[in-house]
Structures are given as structure tokens and as C-alpha cells.
């Protein structure tokens, strides 16, 4: 690439970043006075995003840039079987529409992880979950990072750090000046940039390759498209049955217990559009998750017989795609840069909004308790919230760094999602549909879940081998001077003459060891089959350790100084949980019926309209209607009774 049209590339990425960034940025004004106040327009968006706009910025912020870069090269080089995660997506989000947003959408709280404090009484239930999401969303933050830098190194060879540090001070900026607000306007125009870039893609790596059908049948020549596999053997990578279990777990997880996109859901003003903008998100979402895997079905098409790979043209399996736009639209000014800045922006977008969430989150579940903090207006919680932020932003880029040392984009994303979700889960099921759990039993199911998930995972980065073999590859159509360039030259080889001298001794030590006794070669193998377990398992692992020992232990330690307020838990699970034998769980609202059965047995001579106390914990619910709890709360609250 010539200097002069390098230039070019690099005026049009310049421009579009520039463009998609910070146009989003002049309805700020609008956006604060629309919230009511800085703070919370920046928090929640000010209630003033239209349902469209939601669901793109809800699809978008759960995939992240390995939509855009991730799964073409998973596909050329791995296969569809991370195709098939769509399964548990989908159903995701009806369990998520009835569980837990009835729930969340009631509560007059900044962090989504205040409920858990108001259900379990306990600040260490709810900082160890904040914790947990804090940790998790800055790994993935990493990976996000570091995506666009792989993408700008292959073309423009750019260090990975400079790619990195240009990236943080944009959003750095973004984060300064925006919201919620303008992170999803952001989303949306990103959205449909990536929308229009893959079908540009899909049309020519198509045509090129001799049409639709031929492509098809390349992939399914060529071992690409291998669905419904189920192996039952949960220590390989993903089959169909941990796609759809283990992501089922996992979505549920982001979808459900994720501050990130709470904070969306309460941006909206009924609970009614909540639940509309997460089903819509059904077909937007398989259409934005299934587009980049039919790029990749194009793109092994075109290179079937010739891969980059192999071939020597790239160094990572990542680069598939930033090449093929170098290799194949060099005829088309700007569009070299206009990918390149769809990446890098997709990058920022993402990283903006969940810096507003990581920011907004350690401000009100860690810092706003501390003396110093306590009484300070809204002007100056933002300004620290957004000093926060900055500090994350360039944690992140740090970190972004040390992505390389996993194994590609996608297998980063997944292990990091998967280690951390179990324990995150499992304490808010315990919450929403298990009323015997209290304090005790979340923190002991919580550390337990880290504890165990976090040694499998470190035992399967340092003792398992865990790079997947590669789908095969051909370079039979390519030029003869790509693979003369790439023919290894014969090395002179040359006998080491001090360790021939000393050959005869290391024989003789090596006879003289002693192997190792049965009984640890017995643990030895256990204890790699436990490694050798797929990440795609960690959740669903974790998720089952926390409850159970939630369970068992809220069993064990429970008393009546555990009651809480009956309607922090689901109506149906309540409903059932007084019918059940054995010990009674005590609830303030159960204590408020009791007391007006007696006032009804006490005087039955005229009828009057009694409204009962109020109950001893603070009021935590909003006045935002949910059918749900509109039909258990016409019978709990107010009661009426004849005197």
C-alpha cells in the first residue's frame, strides 16, 4: 500500500471515529434536564431513549467486538460449534423477562447489587457480588481492548500498546462529557455501521467465490458446518449440549444480574416496554449473531485453497479479516478505513458504557459509605463517578496487553464470562426464588463457587494444553512464489560434543528413578480430568455449587432474625414457599397479616377500610406498575377488613 493511499485510509477512519463519537454527544444537555439531574441522566440516561434504540444498544453491548472480528475467524479456522451459543441466548431472555425484572424494575436504587443488600441484610453479600461483576467486566474490557489493536497492527503495524493507549484517551473523553444517553445513541449508529460493513462483505466474498450455493457447500465439504453434536463429554471446548446449557447460564447471568444492563432496563419508563425491548431482542439479536458467522462462512469460501494463515500472509487466526478487507477492496478508496474505525469504535462504545456502569457501581457499593463521601450533593458524586471512570479506562489498557497470552478473542471472552458468571447467578437465584437463603448461606455459596471455578480455570491455563486443534487448511491454489518464500531452508545440524561425553550419565541417573507410586498417578489423572473440563461448563458448575450450598447452609444458621420484606422475592415463589412443611420462613409482610387477621377477629360490628402498618424495613419499592406483583400486592397491601 503506497504511502499517498495510506493517508487516505487513515483520513477516513479519523473521520468516522470522530463522527460516530462525539456526534452522539450534542443532545447531552437535553439528556441531563430530561433526568431530572446530571447524575442520574448519566446513570440511567434520563429516560429519554426510544425502544428501538434500547434493543440495538442491548443486542450490541452484549456481544461487543468480538461480533465484528471474533467469530468470522472462529469459523474459518474452528468451525460452527460457537455458532450453536444462540440456543442458550434466546432463552435467556424470556427467564430473564419473568424472574428478575419484575423485581429490579420496583426498586429505587443506582446499583442493581443494592437489591441483594435489601434481601439478604448483608453489605459483604452485596460488595462480593459487585465485586465479582467489577472483575468480570474489566477482563472482558481487556479483551475489548485489544480487539481493534490486532486489527490495526495487521494493516498498519501499529503497536499494540499505541493502539490501545489512542482508544482509552477517546473514551476517556467520551466518558467525560456523555452518559448512558449518548454511550447508547453511540451503540446504535456503530449497530448499523457493522450491519452495513458485513453485508458489503457477504456480497463480495460470495460473488467472488462463485455464489451462495458454492460457499455453502465449501463449508460443509470443508468440516465447517458441523450442528447438533452432542459429544456428552463436558471436557471438549463446546458441543451443541454445553452451548446450549453452559451459555444458557451464562446469558442469564449478563442479562439478568449485569449492571450494565440494568441500568438500560431502568431507563425505561415502564416495566412493560422492558419486557417488549428483551423479546424484540430475540430476532435483532440472531440476525447481528448470525451475521458475522456467515462473513466467516464467506471468507472460507474465498480462501478455502489458499489460507492467509498457512499461508504466512497473517500471524494470528484474528487477522483473517482485517486481511481479507486489505487484499480484496484495495480498488475502494476509504473503505480500508471505514472498517478500520467500525472496529475501533465499536471498541470505544462498548468500553464507554461499562465504564459508566464499573464507575457507577464502585461508587455506590465501596465509596459512597465512607465518612469523607457522606452528605456531598449530586454535582460532586458525578464528578468523582466520572474521575472513577478514568482510572478504569486506563486499568483497562493495561491489562488490554496481556489479552494475547489466551488463546484468540473469542476463547478469551468465554473463559473470562464463563469463570465469573456461576457465583454471580447463583446468589441472585438464591435471592429471587429461594426464601430460606439468608446472609450466611450467599457469602459461603459465593466464595465456595469463586473458590472452585477459579482453580479449575488456573489449573486448565497452566497444566492442560488447551489450544484446539485447527480444522484442516490448504494452500494448494496459492501463487508458487507465496510458498517458495515460505519454504523452510535446511539448517546445518550440529552435535552437541560436551552432552555426547555425558550421555552415559544421564543414562544412569535416569535409570535410578523412581516412579511414581499408583496411588498419586491415581490423583494425578483426577485431578487433569477436572482440569480438562470446558469453560463453557464453569457457570453452570458454579451456579449450582452457590445455590446448593446457599440452600444448605440458609437451612442450618436460619432464624427469625432473617425475615425480610416478602416481596424482594418472586410472588410465585413465595406463594409457594407458605404452603411447604417444615420450619417457616418469618416475612415483615406475613407479620402485617397476621396483625390484621387479629384486628378482624377482634371486632366484627361495622364495616370499615383499615390500611395496616407500615413495615419496620424502609420502603424500597417504586410506585412503577408490574403486573406481577399488581396481583400479589392487592392482597398483601393495603389490607382490607371487616371490623
Known amino acids: 500500500m503506497n504511502t499517498g493511499w495510506l493517508v487516505w485510509e487513515c483520513v477516513v477512519f479519523g473521520i468516522f471515529v470522530f463522527a460516530s463519537s462525539f456526534a452522539p ?13 446530571a447524575k442520574r441522566a448519566y446513570i440511567f440516561a434520563g429516560g429519554g431513549v426510544s425502544v428501538l434504540s434500547m434493543v440495538l444498544s442491548v443486542a450490541r453491548g452484549t456481544l461487543g467486538v468480538r461480533l465484528f472480528l471474533g467469530f468470522p475467524s472462529e469459523l474459518v479456522y474452528f468451525g460452527s460449534a460457537m455458532w450453536e451459543t444462540l440456543y442458550g441466548m434466546i432463552l435467556a431472555f424470556p427467564i430473564v423477562c419473568w424472574v428478575f425484572i419484575p423485581v429490579y424494575f420496583r426498586l429505587q436504587t443506582n446499583s442493581v447489587y443494592e437489591y441483594l443488600e435489601m434481601r439478604f441484610g448483608s453489605k459483604s453479600v452485596r460488595r462480593l457480588a459487585a465485586a465479582t461483576f467489577l472483575l468480570r467486566q474489566i477482563l472482558n474490557l481487556a479483551v475489548t481492548v485489544y480487539t481493534p489493536t490486532v ?39 456503530q449497530t ?140 475502494l478508496p476509504g473503505m480500508l478505513g471505514l472498517f478500520l474505525g467500525s472496529i475501533f469504535n465499536g471498541a470505544l462504545s462498548f468500553m464507554v458504557s461499562n465504564i459508566n456502569s464499573l464507575s457507577t457501581v464502585t461508587w455506590e457499593d465501596f465509596i459512597s459509605t465512607a465518612p469523607a463521601f457522606r452528605g456531598i450533593n449530586d454535582k460532586q458524586q458525578l464528578t468523582i463517578i466520572k474521575v472513577i471512570g478514568v482510572i478504569y479506562a486506563v486499568t483497562i489498557m493495561g491489562m488490554s496487553l496481556f489479552v494475547s497470552l489466551v488463546n484468540g478473542v473469542v476463547e478469551a471472552n468465554m473463559l473470562v464470562t464463563s469463570a465469573t458468571s456461576g457465583a454471580l447467578l447463583g446468589v441472585f437465584l438464591l435471592a429471587a426464588l429461594f426464601p430460606m437463603a439468608n446472609a450466611k448461606g450467599a457469602m459461603c455459596g459465593m466464595i465456595v463457587s469463586h473458590v472452585l471455578t477459579v482453580w479449575m480455570a488456573l489449573g486448565r491455563l497452566i497444566y492442560v494444553d488447551a489450544k484446539m486443534a485447527m480444522l484442516p487448511l490448504s494452500v494448494e491454489s496459492c501463487p508458487n512464489a507465496t510458498l517458495n518464500a515460505l519454504s523452510p531452508k535446511p539448517m546445518t545440524v550440529v552435535a552437541n560434543r560436551t552432552l555426547t561425553q555425558y550421555a552415559s550419565v544421564f543414562d544412569a541417573i535416569d535409570s535410578t528413578h ?58 410465585l415463589v413465595a406463594k409457594i414457599a407458605r404452603k411447604m412443611p417444615g420450619r417457616q420462613r418469618t416475612f415483615t409482610t406475613a407479620e402485617r397479616e397476621k396483625t390484621s387477621e387479629e384486628k378482624e377477629a377482634s371486632d366484627k360490628t361495622c364495616e370499615t377500610i383499615v390500611e395496616d402498618e407500615k413495615p419496620s424495613l424502609k420502603p424500597v419499592f417504586s410506585t412503577s406498575n408490574s403486573k406481577i406483583f399488581d396481583a400479589y400486592d392487592s392482597k398483601m397491601s393495603p389490607m382490607r377488613t371487616r371490623l
Not at 482508544?167 to 476517556?172: D, E, K, N, R
Not at 432496563?265 to 428483551?278: D, G, H, Q, T, W
Open 25 to 37: 454527544l450534542w443532545k447531552r444537555k437535553k439528556d441531563a434536564k430530561a433526568g431530572g439531574n
Open 151 to 189: 486489527a490495526l497492527h495487521a494493516i498498519l503495524g501499529l503497536p499494540h500498546w499505541a493502539s490501545a493507549a489512542a482508544l482509552t484517551v477517546v473514551a476517556v473523553v467520551f466518558n467525560l462529557l456523555g452518559g448512558l444517553a449518548a454511550a447508547i445513541r453511540a451503540d446504535v449508529i
Open 192 to 331: 448499523l455501521t457493522m450491519v452495513l460493513v458485513s453485508g458489503a462483505f457477504i456480497i463480495q466474498a460470495t460473488i467472488k467465490s462463485g455464489g451462495p450455493v458454492k460457499v455453502v457447500q465449501d463449508n460443509i465439504d470443508g468440516g465447517r458446518m458441523n450442528f447438533f453434536n452432542f459429544t456428552w463429554d463436558p471436557t471438549v471446548r463446546v458441543d451443541t449440549f454445553s452451548a446450549i446449557l453452559g451459555q444458557l447460564f451464562m446469558s442469564v447471568s449478563i442479562y439478568g444480574c449485569q449492571q450494565t444492563l440494568v441500568q438500560r432496563y431502568c431507563s425505561m419508563p415502564s416495566e412493560a416496554k422492558v419486557r417488549k425491548i428483551l423479546l424484540a431482542n430475540v430476532p435483532a439479536f440472531c440476525i447481528l449473531f448470525s451475521l458475522s458467522w456467515v462473513v466467516g462462512m464467506a471468507l472460507y469460501g474465498l480462501y478455502r485453497y489458499c489460507d492467509p494463515l498457512m499461508s504466512g500472509r497473517i500471524s494470528e487466526p484474528d487477522e483473517v479479516l482485517p486481511f481479507y478487507v486489505q487484499d480484496q477492496y484495495g480498488f
Open 514 to 571: 523412581t516412579p511414581r507410586p499408583p496411588n498419586e498417578n491415581l490423583l494425578f489423572d483426577s485431578l487433569m480430568k477436572v482440569y480438562s473440563i470446558s469453560y463453557m461448563w464453569y457457570a453452570v458448575i458454579g451456579t449450582i455449587v452457590c445455590v446448593v450450598c446457599g440452600v444448605v447452609i440458609g437451612y442450618i444458621t436460619g432464624n427469625d432474625d432473617d425475615n425480610f420484606d416478602e416481596r424482594l422475592v418472586h410472588p
